[in-house]
T-cell receptor, first 112, second 111 residues
């Protein structure tokens, strides 16, 4: 069965510090991968998606970037965090069935 | 116009009653529709998918789709306290399996 992992589960970072969040998927190959952010009291915002290794599409211009160095690994990064980057970061994948996305456990980021 | 709208405020229902949630979408080309349940502090969990007009039942959940009216709904029968959560409506947009999500409706089931 397929499993998606995200770490860390929680993170507190000062403004201006770098960020690296990792997502890995097990039990599937060549999944589409997604990064979302859910800010307090707001909906899910799609940040990036990837259809394959090295292929990244950005939905929202901001100080975040994403990379996909391996088929089942998706990384979200920032060189300098802003207060507005605080939120719940979710990784998701789609497999065989089109459009059905499954979410990882998420990383709760607080920028202080 | 937002891609996916869920306009109802928090919904309080007594235990055993039916909870009804509604969602409208803007893209007439959308073909895939989903409901996710999100408990407080947790990630969204896919509970229903529907692709054709009409009703689809899964246990106590029924999803209803009307493409002509661009409307999808979720019914929760015999509501239980464990159903207390935020329910997110999601609709496919564009290509590459992209989904647009509504802001969600909070459901509170009162014992």
């Amino acid at each position: 069965s397929q499993t998606i992992h995200q770490w860390p589960a929680t993170l507190v970072q000062p403004v201006g510090s770098p960020l690296s969040l990792e997502c890995t998927v097990e039990g599937t190959s060549n999944p589409n991968l997604y990064w979302y952010r859910q800010a307090a009291g707001r909906g899910l915002q799609l940040l990036f998606y990837s259809v394959g290794i090295g292929q990244i599409s950005s939905e929202v211009p901001q100080n975040l970037s994403a990379s996909r160095p391996q088929d089942r690994q998706f990384i979200l990064s920032s060189k300098k965090l802003l207060l507005s980057d605080s939120g719940f970061y979710l990784c998701a994948w789609t497999g065989v069935l089109p459009y059905e996305q499954y979410f990882g456990p998420g990383t709760r980021l607080t920028v202080t | 116009q937002k891609e996916v709208e869920q306009n109802s405020g928090p919904l309080s229902v007594p235990e055993g009653a039916i909870a009804s949630l509604n969602c409208t979408y803007s893209d007439r080309g959308s073909q895939s529709f989903f409901w996710y349940r999100q408990y407080s502090g947790k990630s969204p969990e896919l509970i229903m998918s529907i692709y054709s007009n009409g009703d689809k039942e899964d246990g106590r959940f029924t999803a209803q789709l009307n493409k002509a009216s661009q409307y999808v709904s979720l019914l929760i029968r015999d509501s239980q306290p464990s159903d207390s959560a935020t329910y997110l409506c999601a609709v496919n947009i564009g290509g590459n399996n992209r989904l647009a999500f509504g802001k969600g409706n909070q459901v509170v089931v009162i014992p």
